[in-house]
Every structure is written in structure tokens, then in C-alpha cells.
């Protein structure tokens, strides 16, 4: 039987602005990538995510990104491979605070936004967002984007990898996501969603924006919280998922 993980990225609330609805989307997941406060997130945020996450036995990463709060940690910043080093071991080391406060147990890695597409490119960028994994907790499992240098980096550092394909966003045909700032870069139609995800479960491909079809090992499917059709697409996908016999699980640790 096929399995697939079913991850969002939650906790990205800050003070009184809400981004989001993560209680309503967490039933339908099986692993949740929380915030840590420097693109988005706040301590009490964290706190309640990790609790929800725990309570719905949702697996908790750190979701590490860029110091850049005002653009959501989606522009890209010219830090150094020790600056990245350093920003990634500092925001999982707070996560895990919270899961410490818990009694519960940190599971993966996943880069936010800017953070992550640049490490898909830039082997020297994502060698040190894995070396921060991997000097922190040899056992936390590194989430990438599928065919990625942040892949590469994490087996070359001997991390357990999964590898990340997106319901709502379009491809290109290098396998790379179409970035933000280009047209049809995040797909709005909840069956087009849910058509991709499967092509990409069952026949391990996807489609690019130019009707290219790519090959595409996945591990774990993303969905993304701040859409707007979030809630809508877990539901519809979690049931389409099942309906075609395919399991639905978190990433599990390599023996």
C-alpha cells in the first residue's frame, strides 16, 4: 500500500493578527511545520501550536525562515552559509523548548518560504541549513522540496530526508516551484489541487506550467495554511487520498 505524509505550515499567527485556521486544518494532517518566530510566530503562538499539533498526534517540525516578518520570510536575503547556520540551529533549538514544555517530541525540519528555494538551488546554502539539523539532532528528519540540493545536502550529511511535493503550487520544468512573483505560481481550483497530488503519489510525476511532464519522487504532500482554500483542500484531498487506497502517515524514522 502506498503511504503518503500530509504536512501544512501552521503556527504563523503573530500577536493579534490571525494567518490561518489551524485547528480546523490539523485533523486532516499528519505532520505540522510551526513557525518559530522569526518569519512569522510569536512564543504564544508556538505554545498553543505545539499543544494543538500534540492533542491531534500531528508530528512537529521546525519551520525556520529568514528574520523578516514584514515579507512573510518570502524575499530572499544575501545572508552567508554561517549566518544561515546559525538563524536555522537558533529557531529549532526554540522549538524545541516548546516541545520540551509538552512532553512531547521534535520530528523534522522543513525551511519556510525564501529560505527553502534558495537551498533547492544552492547546494552551499542548504549544506548549511543541514548542518544545523544535523548538529543539533542527528535524528530530525530534513524536509525539501523533491530532486533538491537541500535533499542532496541532507544525505550527504547522512540525514534522513523527505522529500516535498505542493498541492497548491505549479511546477516548472526543472522540478523547481514557479516562483511567488510569477503568474499562476499557486493553484486556486481545490480539483486541479487534488489531480496533481495524486499524479504525483501514484505516478510519481508532475506537469510544469508548460505542459512538461517531470519525474517527482514524493514523500510528503504540502498544503498551505495562509491559502485561502486550505481547509477545503485538506478535506478533499485527505478523502480522495483514501478513496484511491492510498495511506495516510507521518514520515516515519529510518531504522
Not at 499528519?30 to 505545539?50: E, K, L, W
Not at 492533542?55 to 524575499?75: L, S
Not at 512531547?104 to 528555494?117: D, F, S, W
Not at 511532464?213 to 498551505?224: E, S
Amino acid at each position: 500500500m502506498k503511504t503518503i505524509d500530509l504536512n501544512c505550515d501552521l503556527g504563523e499567527s503573530f500577536g493579534s493578527f490571525v494567518m490561518g485556521n489551524d485547528e480546523l486544518i490539523l485533523p486532516y494532517l499528519t505532520s505540522a511545520n510551526i513557525a518559530c518566530g522569526f518569519h512569522a510566530g510569536d512564543p504564544q503562538v508556538m505554545y498553543r501550536t505545539v499543544q494543538f499539533a500534540k492533542e491531534n498526534q500531528v508530528a512537529i517540525g521546525a519551520h525556520p525562515g529568514f528574520q523578516d516578518i514584514q515579507g512573510f520570510g518570502r524575499r530572499n536575503l544575501p545572508l552567508t552559509p554561517d549566518e544561515i547556520f546559525h538563524l536555522v540551529l537558533y529557531q529549532i533549538g526554540a522549538m524545541e523548548a516548546f516541545c520540551k514544555a509538552h512532553q512531547t517530541t521534535l520530528h523534522h525540519v522543513k525551511p519556510h518560504g525564501a529560505m527553502y528555494n534558495m537551498a533547492a538551488t544552492n547546494y552551499t546554502l542548504a549544506y548549511a541549513i543541514a548542518r544545523a539539523v544535523k548538529v543539533f539532532a542527528p535524528s530530525l528528519i530534513l524536509y525539501g522540496l523533491a530532486g533538491s540540493e537541500l535533499i542532496r545536502a541532507g544525505e550527504d550529511l547522512g540525514l534522513q530526508t523527505a522529500s516535498e511535493g505542493f498541492a497548491d503550487r505549479t511546477y516548472q520544468n526543472d522540478g523547481t516551484l514557479t516562483a511567488r512573483t510569477q503568474p499562476n505560481a499557486v493553484i486556486h481550483d481545490v480539483d486541479v489541487a487534488v489531480q496533481q497530488v495524486l499524479q504525483m503519489v501514484e505516478h510519481g510525476t508532475v506537469t510544469s506550467l508548460d505542459g512538461e511532464m517531470v519525474k517527482l519522487h514524493v514523500d510528503t504532500i504540502c498544503l498551505h495554511g495562509d491559502n485561502e482554500q486550505a481547509i477545503l483542500f485538506a478535506q478533499q484531498l485527505h478523502g480522495q487520498l483514501l478513496h484511491k487506497g492510498i495511506q495516510i502517515s507521518k514520515v516515519e524514522y529510518a531504522l
